[in-house]
């Protein structure tokens, strides 16, 4: 699994610094940052861990770090009253049973300090997870977070996939998804173009939610085409 950690407008520096650390303690070393608060104090709490943070990637946008990847995995909370996701959150060890064997790009998106990730990022992402804290005090530092699902992921390597089964791209995906949408199009279903746009949307959040191959994502497709050109003559007949 090629897994990077992203941290989404980290607050502190140190937290920088010490979330870099317990990447090499398990044996990560790709990080990306969108607008981190990146100082001298970063490098000082990393330690032994400096080069991390001089390899890390910087961008500004969020959408530049999802490109990235095949996969992104977003932390969160406990969901609040605005948030219901699409399905409950995987723990970390859930995570680990799903990603099992997965080459793929994977992202890991940790959010801010102070308020984690958006709603409308989480909304963008594949999964998310969460780790059960006790309803006390349910919100850990940033590094700790890093330092739980990283162990988790850790535990156990996978082992090498078939060589011929490559992970589908978010590009392929995307395809698969633009596929579907079409033949709804001339499907006319269902007929309101509003509800046409949520099956499209949970669609969409099924693929994402998949671990799909290339292979995969175009044996769908094919049939999907097929049936969308079959009533496409069908309609050319009849006028």
């Not at 699994?1 to 941290?7: H, I, K, N």
């Not at 590009?171 to 006319?188: D, G, P, R, S, Y």
Request: proline share 6%; net charge negative; glycine share 6%.
């Amino acid at each position: 699994m090629d897994a990077s950690v992203v941290l989404v407008e980290p607050e502190g520096p140190a937290n920088i610094g010490m979330v870099a650390r317990t990447m090499k303690n398990f044996g990560f070393s790709r990080l990306v940052l969108i607008n981190p608060n990146l100082t001298e104090e970063s490098y000082s709490y990393a330690v032994h861990a400096k080069d991390i943070l001089e390899n890390a990637l910087v961008l500004e946008e969020f959408g530049e770090a999802l490109e990235l990847f095949d996969l992104a995995v977003g932390t969160t909370g406990k969901p609040g009253k605005n948030y219901i996701p699409d399905r409950a959150p995987l723990m970390p060890w859930e995570l680990r049973e799903t990603l099992e064997g997965y080459l793929g790009r994977v992202g890991l998106f940790f959010g801010r300090e102070s308020i984690g990730l958006r709603n409308e990022e989480l909304a963008k992402l594949d999964f998310t997870v969460t780790i059960p804290t006790s309803d006390s005090y349910p919100i850990m530092n940033l590094a700790q977070a890093v330092a739980v699902v990283l162990y988790e992921l850790a535990k156990k390597r996978p082992e090498p996939a078939v060589e011929a089964l490559t992970p589908a791209t978010r590009k392929e995906k995307e395809q698969l998804v633009k596929t579907w949408a079409e033949l709804l199009e001339v499907l006319n279903y269902p007929k309101d173009a509003e509800r046409r746009e949520v099956f499209v949307k949970v669609f969409r959040r099924f693929v994402g939610r998949a671990i799909l191959y290339g292979r995969e994502v175009h044996t769908l497709m094919g049939p999907l085409r097929k049936a969308r050109l079959r009533l496409e003559e069908c309609g050319d007949a009849e006028r």
